[in-house]
């Protein structure tokens, strides 16, 4: 079934140059909307030409302030973000910058639930002892983003079977799904395979590791 959508239209288009921690440097067409469906300041970076693809590579990265911008190692986001960036802009596409913390529930919830982490819950369970769903983020914004766009036929790089669903059920046609690299660290290796037994991420991963304390 799909859901039809509200249009949303282009606000401000500005070019950017993107420097990371490791050297690399890209510029980026940053684009603005008006009538986004949750009222929130999401962003799109277009890099590359995604006219010249045949089908644009679009990822949907929602925020994380402690993993983007902080590098924190209990998740995988700043690496995903870094990735994403290059390889977009190596075939040319879009990012969609999305203000979903914490898989929608924000920073603060974030915080209370990485301390239920700590007491042994994984992220999905520490979410729902919260009172909160374990991903709360509704992809309406970023079909209206990719419609304002014009990218509506594309291949979306992610693990994340949600985002693909979601997205077709919103009339975006998604071609193909590729998949990003597994970025572990000995702090993120149970956030991970949480994705994979929750809500069926394709990861591959050895044994979950035992929390001990």
């Known amino acids: ?10 606000r ?5 140059p993107l420097s990371f921690a490791d050297g690399y440097q890209v510029t980026a067409e940053v684009v603005t ?23 644009p590579l679009v990822r949907l990265h929602s925020e994380c302030l402690t993993g983007d911008v902080f590098g924190s190692a209990r998740c ?9 960036v290059e390889r977009i802009a190596a075939t040319g596409g879009v990012l969609l910058y999305l203000r979903q913390e914490g898989r929608g529930i924000g920073l603060y919830n974030k915080l209370d639930a ?28 970023a079909a209206q983003m990719l419609t304002a766009l014009g990218t509506t036929d594309l291949d979306l790089l992610t693990n994340n079977p949600d985002k693909e669903r979601q997205l077709r059920n919103l009339g975006i046609t998604v071609t193909r799904t590729v998949p990003t690299g597994v970025h572990t660290t000995p702090s993120n290796l149970r956030y991970l395979h949480a994705k994979i037994q929750h809500t069926h991420h394709t990861i591959t991963l050895g044994p979950a590791p035992v929390l001990v304390g």
């Open 114 to 141: 990485y301390a239920l982490q700590d007491a042994g819950l994984d992220t999905y369970q520490a979410n729902t002892a919260l009172g909160l769903p374990e991903d709360a983020r509704d992809y309406t914004a």
């Open 76 to 84: 995988d986001c700043g690496p995903q973000l870094r990735e994403a």
């Open 33 to 55: 909307f008006n009538g986004l469906a949750d009222g929130a300041e999401h962003v799109a970076l277009v890099l590359g030409d995604p006219a010249t693809a045949a089908a």
């Open 12 to 16: 401000t288009r500005v070019r950017i």
């Open 1 to 10: 079934m799909t859901t039809s959508t509200a249009a949303a239209t282009v």
